[in-house]
């Protein structure tokens, strides 16, 4: 894939970041999640870049990549949505808000649409118990969701950003 | 940069006059309450000037166990301001038309000195 | 800053975050503002204050009220009548749902009464983005203590005689740990704080970082004086930024008042701490897993022994203690040993944080005395179970953990009642489960999590869950076998006995506990094809009662199929009998709720 010159600024970016590291030991991890965070996601293009960069096999790269459930080499929607799967969203009916969700927008968990506007995740706990079941869609965290709410929130969160 | 234990022990008795508040409140039952009835009748008669003296007086005469609250309408609006103060095993004592001298002679007097004022007494 | 008259403490922990918590602070800003108290009012952010449930939570000191539930437009009420007029509120204190009774203390409320707070003293107390506070409440005094008054040797003697054990999970002696770094011989020495809490429903250790990171500062830093390190790591999941950042600048701060660094206090203690965020793997809270993640590696566990305390980061000795565990040390090196042993049960000394969440009325974070009963936690702190359902059980240790049945309710909980209960202490999320939940499920949720999580690096959890994962499957789809209830149990105890590490060793734990306890559970699913709770779907129908149905027609409205048709049968009003077709019924529920007249039932 030809690099474009938006690409040659993301990369210039992580290159700097990894040049200002003291040492290399033990840095992959902490490069990674720079680069995520850069690119947003790890494409097989990027991982190369990252074992070039620390002098490490491409190999040993991916398999950290797939190991840590954090990383992803699939680009996000536009509209990322998360559902909470810990166990206290569970008990109160999260498995339901997911399948709502997976069949309003048509989309597994885990997947993006072909479109590239939706994506669905579900999340470890993120620890706002007291609110379960919780749906995060885009850093907005959406309490006390049952499955008949879903639409609801779909409706909300499209509002939101075309406001 | 704190460069040994007095530098720290410095800091701590300086920083301490933030946080005691919350800290006291937290873990201590036999702290002194001093209440201002901050009611409309308290406030058009002063209390607010009162309950600030009573702080500031308070706080320097770094009363650890002492709280400043403000409360509501104590009724008997005409001897607003009125201060109230509750100690722990000790009768509840009431001042009427507390004004700000009369505020720093409570501090004084009866909280640090422990004395009862009697001409501003008033009946509970 | 001069002292204020008084003092708003709002909830910052990522639970009242999620519930609105910074537009209230906007809103105070802006009312304090508007009425000229910004002199008089001081407003802060502080860590969790316990009681997620009713957040967002809001403190006025120094009368102590305790608001809950606070929004936006209810903070202008608050300024004119409670700030300037000392009139509380009532209409926002804390209802007891059961009671109705109002309470203005949070002292006096069933659910701080019986906790007793040690780890999470400082929590809701310090501004967790302020050194300043922390040094105003003796922080760091008990480092200094360490240094000038205390042989290493002293400092984990301390330790040992305190009881403190181990709060991420097994329980193993703290001091005993530091001991054994502190008889290796060697130049280069690390504490690692395991702050990667995995455990789905818990969420202590991200509250103490977020509202009180000192205390775990200075705990490392006293940890690494004793054992003779001079390097920190604390290895953090990437889940909670809020968790990171106060860390970050907590960090920051104690660097630059010189409590990192060299030559702490000026003496020739040196040590400095930095940070290394996890990546989604719930492996790495097993500590050579967090090694080996540490080091950039994937997280798979190491052979032990050698124990980390002798070969452990870049196999130099180390020191893997939890947060939580951390927070108790300074605590400790100031009030004494003594002190500490006077908490808790024996042996049990101290006491440990819950996560208390599920199918109860009072969500929260706990910290109660060890040696307190399941019953005291679930009635008295958490006000009991939602919606005045049956409580059936309550799951603790996660996915390691097991279930604890009604007729245990009123053991003590203890490292060891937990253990012959067939559970496990774990970090300590405690969920509630009522008579709506199938114990089969959660059995195959939490397995779900384990063949998700699992590294993969030995067979028998690897695959062994797996299989295990599909028989439960098979189970709560109808198509459970006579022998299934026996060849889980082979399974899991294999899987018990052959495992690496701990994820494996207790990974079937929730499926032996159910097992145990919930039997006539599993029968009915293996048997009868029926799931007792209703919450199988492939094992449920949904059915009308033609005595109820009074033809309105609004399930055949809401349903998404169509499957809800009329027959010819006369009811209500001269209107038509409706049935719900159920070869084509996808069981989504949603004409339940809907029915005017309740004649929609589970079967």
Partial sequence: MAQTNSDTTLYAKLDEFIDSLQTKQGALIPVLHKAQEIFSYLPKEVQNHVAHKLEIPSSKVYGVVTFYSYFTMTKKGKYRVSVCMGTPCFVRGADKVLAKFESELKIKAGTTSEDGMYSIDALRCVGACGLAPVVIVNGKVYGRIQDNDVEGVIKDFLAEVEA | MIKSREDLMNLRNKYRDDVIMRLISYDSSNRTEVMVGMADCGIAAGARDTLKVLFDEVNNARLEDVSVIAVDCMGNCDNEPIVQISTPGKPVIRYKKVDTALAKEIVAKHLVGGSILDHARMEV | MNPTRLQVLICGGTGCISSGCLDVETAFMESLEKHGLTDEVFVLKVGCLGFCEQGPIVKVYPDNTFYVRVEGKDVEEIVVEHLLKGKTVERLLFKDPETGERYFYYKDMPFYKSQHRVALKLCGIVDPEQISDYIGVDGYQALAQSLFDMTPKEVIDLIKASGLRGRGGAG??????????????????????????????????????????????????????????????????????????????????????????????????????????????????????????????????????????????????????NVETLANIPQILLKGADWFQSIGAPGNSGTKVFALAGKINNVGLVEVPMGITFHDIIYKIGGGIRGGKK?????????????????????????????????????????????????????????????????????????????????????????????????????????????????????????????????????????????????????????????????????????????????????????????????????????????????????
């Fill in chain 3, 172 to 321: 193993f002696s703290t001091g005993s740990k530091w001991e054994f770094a502190y008889n290796v011989k060697g130049d280069k020495k690390y504490v690692v704080c395991n702050a990667d809490e995995g455990d789905p429903g818990a969420f202590m250790d991200r509250s103490i970082l977020e509202g009180d990171p000192h205390s775990v500062i200075e705990a490392m830093a006293i940890c690494a004086y004793a054992i003779g390190a001079d390097e920190g790591v604390v290895y953090i999941r990437a889940e909670y930024p809020l968790a990171v950042n106060r860390l970050r600048v907590a960090i920051e701060q104690a660097r630059e008042y010189g409590l990192l660094g060299k030559n702490i206090f000026g003496t020739d203690f040196s040590f400095d701490i930095h940070m290394d965020l996890g990546a989604g793997a719930f492996v790495c809270g097993e500590e050579t897993a967090l090694l080996n993640s540490v080091e950039g590696l994937r997280g798979e566990p190491r052979i032990k022994p050698p124990f980390p305390a002798v070969v452990g980061l870049w196999q130099k000795p180390t020191i893997i203690n």
């Fill in chain 3, 391 to 603: 409580f059936k059980a309550v799951q603790t240790g996660g996915p390691s953990g097991g279930m604890i049945p009604v007729k245990d309710i009123n053991i003590e909980v203890t490292f060891e009642n937990l253990l012959k209960a067939g559970s496990m202490m774990g970090s300590g999320g405690m969920i509630v489960m009522d008579e709506d939940d199938c114990m089969v499920n959660i059995a195959k949720f939490y397995l779900d999590f384990t063949v998700e999580e699992s590294c993969g690096k030995c067979t028998p959890c690897r695959i062994g869950t797996t299989r295990m994962y599909e028989i439960l499957d098979r189970i709560t789809k109808g198509q459970g076998k006579e022998d299934d209830i026996k060849e889980l149990k082979s399974l899991g105890e294999t899987i018990k006995d052959t495992s690496l590490c701990g994820l494996g060793k207790s990974a079937p734990n929730p499926i032996l506990s159910t097992i145990d306890w919930f039997l006539d559970e599993y029968e009915a699913h293996i048997k009868d094809k029926k799931c007792p709770a209703g919450a199988c779907k492939d094992l449920v129908s949904y059915v009308i009662v033609p005595e109820k149905c009074i033809g309105c027609t609004i399930c055949a409205r809401v349903c998404p199929v169509n499957c809800i048709h009329t027959v010819d049968q006369t009811v209500g009003k001269n209107k038509k009998l409706h049935v719900i077709d159920q070869a084509e019924c996808v069981k989504c529920g949603a004409c339940l709720p809907k029915c005017p007249t309740k004649a929609i039932i589970l079967e």
